[in-house]
C-alpha cells in the first residue's frame, strides 16, 4: 500500500510537470491570438480610415468638378445682371433727360404765352401812346390858362402809362444811325444830304422791344 502511494504521488507530480509545461504554451497562444486580433482590427479601422479619406476627396473632387462646370453658367448669369443693371440705367438716365426736356419745354411754352399776353396788354397802351404824342404834336403855341391845366394833366397820363411800360422792361426801338430791318420798318426811300445811304433821317412812329423780343418795329424815312 505504500509503495501504491508513492507511485501514485508520482504520477500526480508528473502530471503537474507537464500541466506546468503545457500552460505557459497556451498563454503563448491565447497572446499571439490577441496580438493578432489586434493587428487584424488595427489593419481594418486603417483600411475603414483610408477608405473615408478616399471617400473624403472623392467628394472634394466632385465638389470641385461641379463648381467649375458651373462657373461658365455663373459668369454668363454675372454678365447678364451686369448688362441688364447697364440697360436699366441708360433708361433711368434717358427718362431723367426726357423729363428734363418737358419742364424746359413746358416753361418756355408758358413763358411764350405770358409774353404774348402781356404783349396784347402792352400794344394797347402804347397804342394809347400813339394817340396822345399825335395829340401833343398838334397842341397850339399859345393856349390860355385853362387848356394849360388841361395839356398838363394828359402829360401826366402819358409819364403814367410810360412807366408801365418801363416797369415791364419795354424800351423804344432807337432811331438813330443805321437801318435794321429786323427792329426799323421803312415807310420811305429818300435822297439826303445830310445822310449816308442806309441811315434813318427820320422817326414816323415809335416802336418798342422787350429784351430781344420787338413789339412792334418802328417806322421810320432812310436815306438812299
Known amino acids: 500500500m505504500a509503495e501504491q502511494k508513492k507511485d501514485t504521488e508520482a504520477i500526480a507530480e508528473q502530471v503537474e510537470e507537464m500541466e506546468a509545461k503545457v500552460a505557459p504554451a497556451e498563454n503563448d497562444e491565447d497572446e499571439v491570438k490577441l496580438k493578432a486580433g489586434s493587428e487584424s482590427a488595427t489593419e481594418q479601422e486603417t483600411e475603414a480610415e483610408a477608405e473615408d479619406e478616399e ?45 428734363a426736356n418737358f419742364k424746359r419745354r413746358k416753361e418756355e411754352q408758358l413763358k411764350l404765352q405770358r409774353d404774348r399776353i402781356k404783349g396784347e396788354v402792352l400794344e ?44 415791364q422792361n419795354v424800351m423804344p426801338i432807337d432811331t438813330e444811325g443805321e437801318f435794321d430791318p429786323n427792329v426799323h420798318e421803312a415807310v420811305s426811300y429818300e435822297a439826303s444830304d445830310e445822310h449816308e445811304e442806309g441811315q434813318i433821317i427820320g422817326e414816323l412812329r415809335k416802336g418798342y422791344q422787350v429784351g430781344s423780343r420787338v413789339l412792334r418795329p418802328a417806322l421810320v424815312r432812310v436815306a438812299k
Open 124 to 167: 394797347g397802351v402804347i397804342s394809347a401812346l400813339d394817340d396822345m404824342d399825335l395829340a401833343f404834336q398838334n397842341v397850339p403855341e399859345e393856349i390860355d390858362g385853362q387848356l394849360v391845366g388841361w395839356v398838363e394833366g394828359f402829360r401826366l397820363v402819358q409819364r403814367k402809362l410810360n412807366k408801365v411800360l418801363e416797369d
Open 55 to 99: 471617400g473624403a476627396v472623392a467628394a472634394a473632387e466632385e465638389a470641385q468638378a461641379d463648381v467649375e462646370e458651373k462657373k461658365p453658367s455663373l459668369e454668363e448669369e454675372l454678365e447678364l445682371a451686369r448688362q441688364e443693371a447697364a440697360n436699366n440705367f441708360e433708361g433711368w438716365q434717358r427718362a431723367v433727360a426726357e423729363l
